[in-house]
T-cell receptor
Framework: DTEVTQTPKHLVMGMTNKKSLKCEQH?????MYWYKQKAKKPPELMFV???????INESVPSRFSPECPNSSLLNLHLHALQPEDSALYLCASSQDRDRVGQPQHFGDGTRLSIL | AQTVTQSQPEMSVQEAETVTLSCTYDTSENNYYLFWYKQPPSRQMILVIRQEAYKQQNATENRFSVNFQKAAKSFSLKISDSQLGDTAMYFC??????????????FGKGTKLTVNP
């Protein structure tokens, strides 16, 4: 069983819809990440939150909007997505930044399809 | 800039045999961390092994071990007594420090490993 829980597991949405992806961890980690993964490719980092503050935005289009309401929860709000945004979205978490080199723990991902 | 290269897009091995996946990287940092992750068809990224660059001893986790050659910037993964459940995509990753205190993983393109019965 994964310690990082992502919901939903699958999501199909139209280009005009608004939806949200949710990620939750209860390991006491203070850094959380969103990745996008296309088929047969490595994950690509989108956002990093450290102590509930956005610390890295890898020039992600504004149709993706992250939110970190508390240290255990990470959301990714989606609006007006394009077909090329169809992918597996992975969430990960790791211990706080004062402990360098800590591994990231990943969730099972949300398979997103844009019609 | 840090880069990670996995030169073997696909590999196969017979069950119970040993296989080695290669990974090279490029960095100007002296202290850093390297990882191997596996991603089976179930799609979850699972940590296999972690290596601290300032430790000369190679990391091991049960049937998984690494051959870390710091001078050559090489970080290969050896899987002993391969099992069918080892069938997965394997990603080598370098942890990069970012100004502001955060860290990010830089992944290689992956090696698809198939274990045959």
């Amino acid at each position: 069983d994964t310690e990082v829980t992502q919901t939903p597991k699958h999501l199909v949405m139209g280009m005009t819809n608004k939806k949200s992806l949710k990620c939750e961890q209860h390991m006491g980690h203070r850094a959380m990440y969103w990745y996008k993964q296309k088929a047969k490719k490595p994950p690509e980092l989108m956002f990093v939150y450290s102590y509930e503050k956005l610390s890295i935005n890898e020039s992600v289009p504004s149709r993706f909007s992250p939110e970190c309401p508390n240290s255990s929860l990470l959301n990714l709000h989606l609006h007006a997505l394009q077909p090329e945004d169809s992918a597996l979205y992975l969430c990960a978490s790791s211990q706080d930044r004062d402990r360098v080199g800590q591994p990231q723990h990943f969730g099972d991902g949300t398979r997103l399809s844009i019609l | 800039a840090q880069t990670v290269t996995q030169s073997q897009p696909e590999m196969s091995v017979q069950e119970a045999e040993t296989v080695t996946l290669s990974c090279t990287y490029d960095t100007s940092e002296n202290n850093y961390y390297l990882f191997w992750y596996k991603q089976p068809p179930s799609r979850q990224m699972i940590l296999v092994i972690r290596q601290e660059a300032y430790k000369q001893q190679n990391a091991t986790e049960n049937r998984f071990s690494v051959n870390f050659q710091k001078a050559a910037k090489s970080f290969s993964l050896k899987i002993s007594d391969s099992q069918l459940g080892d069938t997965a995509m394997y990603f080598c990753a370098f942890m990069k420090h970012v100004p502001g205190g955060s860290e990010k993983l830089v992944f290689g393109k992956g090696t698809k490993l198939t274990v045959n019965p």
